[in-house]
């Protein structure tokens, strides 16, 4: 794709001061403003090069995820390059890198277009095969086809329960276009919305469709998008400034790193979008480091943009100008709070401050900033492509739109997850990600990352939106949805994910810095059977102060994992502390190893036993020395007999 400021035929005259306003719409649905040969062929051109021409010529979809891509699928695509072209069948087949499906449990994952045979976890040796049966006579290679729990084989990917529960709007691209290629961002209908927003409305009107949508940000906030833009173009002075808070750093969250892989132009266009109506004409994108696929991408993207004009000055030749830096985040997970982000970029030690004044009055350099996350942006071009009125009808009333969500943990099917707002939890982890793992049974879910709180079996049908999991202690966060089975320990759970906080507290504020660690001590207590029932009304009593007294977000809801678990799961707390026992078997200090006597005298177990904690004679039952067991758990594991018990 080449530049919007150069001429594309002899009868244009676009230069760097006066480049085309037209370009995208000419280049895929044009000509528009010459319809010559010369302009004729070159559309041709640009076309095939995005698209398929027609039905003849089928694509084979490889996913490029870093699921994906850890597990081999760039060496895929070699193989198949050398099979396709051994058979001569280059004319009729492509073969495609993109980003993640989502389906990451599932990979290395291979899409077969446009039939839509989805095949999962193919392997080097596969490939062969899969050429001359699939692609020469035209036969499935069902052995490499998706199969649930019930034994059902899924040959076509949108029967796939993973993909027929979801509504993928704004990861409709993801897993579809080569995500390093402006050119089929454009064939999709990418930067069009830039090109309404440009021609078509004034700032003031971009604002009032994004209010009238009803976007809440989705960083975990929720709070509407329409009134933080207009915020900041009230805001008085001439530079203002637009972030994207890429600084996802919750366990188990990988929406924003998904996003930015697959789909980077999409945040671009929404930050330009975001700018024209701010204001502002530069941008930054703040991304962790740990992400090098998502700033490679990225890197990749904005150099596009630019080449393109569709960033710098005069874009599209409306006089608007907007350019965007890229900065990466030493990984500390404080700076994904706006106040300690805004700080790193200057410079400084990623530390929140006091708020207000807010950031849509002095943000960046003490500048108006819209500090939006990549969720957020990426709705932007979709939601001016189908209008506020018709954007704010997705989802539910007080939460329109849809959610991206990183479902792991126990369940099933793990992986990327885009639904509408007010879905329930028992729809998206039974329906889409198939129920719970290894037959067990459900035991929580913990929403919201380590700043959220765990819901229980009772919960599994309340609709997922930002109010109706906030009625229930729970956050929908970031996006990150961790299952648990009926074996997890929610008292581990707590302590857990308070470790995480506790590490990751800047220290600025005592609450936060002294609360919990003297928090982290008591759950430690517990969970080594050292605490008394006291323990347990001072872990409640620093849970109330941590979250009304601490500086930033970060420490007024880190006790929310402890609160929750503590509501619904009180019981667990007690018998640690008064039974000295823990229910699930988890926390290795309450748990003792027994063999019974029906132990066949094997000695697989006092082989493999680390400590030698075992003795018996063969085919006689063994017993294990209780002074000399670490509790490591090897015996059970090794076990065909089911002779070892954990009590």
Not at 447 to 460: D, F, I, N, R, V
Request: with cysteine; net charge neutral.
């Amino acid at each position: 794709m080449r530049s919007l400021m150069e001429a594309c035929c002899q009868l244009c005259n676009h230069t760097p001061a006066t480049p085309c306003s037209k370009y995208l719409l000419c280049r895929t649905e044009g000509p528009l403003c010459h319809d010559n040969d010369q302009c004729r062929q070159q559309r041709q051109r640009f076309i095939r090069e995005v698209i398929l021409p027609d039905n003849s010529r089928s694509q084979i979809i490889v996913c490029g995820g870093t699921g994906c891509s850890s597990s081999g699928s760039a060496n895929l695509v070699d193989l198949l390059n050398q099979e396709i072209s051994k058979h001569g069948l280059g004319d009729v087949v492509q073969v495609k890198r993109t980003s993640c499906h989502g389906f990451c449990e599932n990979g290395p994952i291979l899409h077969i277009k446009p039939a839509g045979v989805f095949y999962t976890k193919v392997k080097p040796e596969d490939i062969k095969e899969l050429v001359t049966s699939h692609l020469i006579n035209g036969r499935i290679v069902e052995r490499l086809l998706y199969q649930d729990n019930s034994g059902t084989v899924y040959p076509y990917f949108w029967d796939i329960p993973f993909y027929a529960g979801q509504t993928r709007l704004i990861l409709r691209n993801c897993g579809q276009i080569n995500p390093e290629s402006i050119a089929d961002y454009v064939a999709v209908g990418g930067y069009r919305s830039l090109v309404k927003v440009l021609q078509q409305m004034s700032p003031d009107e971009v604002i009032e469709e994004v209010t009238l949508s009803g976007l809440r940000g989705r960083g975990g906030a929720g709070f509407p998008t329409g009134r933080k833009w207009a915020s900041a173009r009230k805001a008085p002075g001439e530079i203002k400034y637009i972030i994207c808070n890429a600084d996802e750093g919750d366990p188990g969250a990988f929406m924003d790193r998904s996003l930015l892989e697959g789909d980077p132009h999409a945040v671009l266009e929404g930050m330009l979008i975001a700018g024209y109506a701010v204001g502002s004409t530069r941008g930054y994108i703040y991304c962790r480091a740990e992400y090098p696929l998502a700033i490679q991408r990225l890197k990749i993207a904005i150099g596009q943009a630019r080449e393109a004009g569709l960033l710098g000055s005069n874009i599209l030749n409306s006089g608007f100008a907007f350019d965007i830096v890229l900065k990466e985040g030493a990984g500390a997970f404080v700076c994904g709070e706006g106040t300690a982000l805004q700080a790193s970029i200057e410079g400084l030690r990623g530390m929140p401050r006091v708020k207000p004044p807010r950031s849509t009055e002095k943000g960046l350099w003490e500048k108006p900033t819209v500090l939006n996350n990549v969720e957020t942006l990426a709705n932007i071009p979709f939601l001016m492509q189908m209008g506020g009125t018709a954007y704010g009808q997705l989802g539910t009333a007080k939460s329109p739109g849809t959610k991206i969500f990183a479902l792991s943990g126990a369940v099933t099917n793990p992986g990327l997850v885009e639904v509408p707002m007010g879905l329930t939890l028992r729809e998206i982890i039974f329906g889409i990600g198939g129920g719970i793992r290894d037959g067990k049974g459900f035991k929580a879910v913990q929403l919201g990352g380590p700043s959220g709180g765990c819901l229980t079996e009772q919960h599994l049908d309340l609709p997922v939106d930002f109010d109706s999991l906030a009625g229930a202690g729970a956050t929908i966060g970031s996006g990150g949805m961790v299952v648990m089975a009926e074996d997890t320990c929610m008292v581990d759970v707590a302590r857990f994910f308070l470790a995480f906080t506790q590490s990751e507290s800047c220290g600025k504020c005592t609450p936060c810095r002294e609360g919990t660690k003297r928090m982290l001590e008591i759950l430690e207590r517990i969970c080594q059977g050292e605490a008394e029932l006291k323990d347990l009304e001072d872990l409640e009593r620093l849970c109330r102060v941590v979250k009304s007294t601490s500086l930033c977000g970060l420490g007024q809801a880190c006790p929310n994992p402890v609160i929750s678990t503590l509501k619904y799961f009180r019981s667990e707390f007690l018998a640690h502390i008064i039974e000295k026992r823990c229910p699930a078997g988890v926390c290795s200090s309450l748990v003792k190893y027994s063999i019974a006597a029906n132990c066949r005298g094997c000695g697989l177990c006092r082989k493999n036993c680390p400590v030698g904690a075992i003795e018996g004679e063969r085919q006689q039952p063994h017993t294990i020395a209780e002074d000399k067991c670490i509790k490591c758990g090897v015996c059970l594991a090794q076990c065909k007999f089911g002779a070892v018990l954990r009590l």
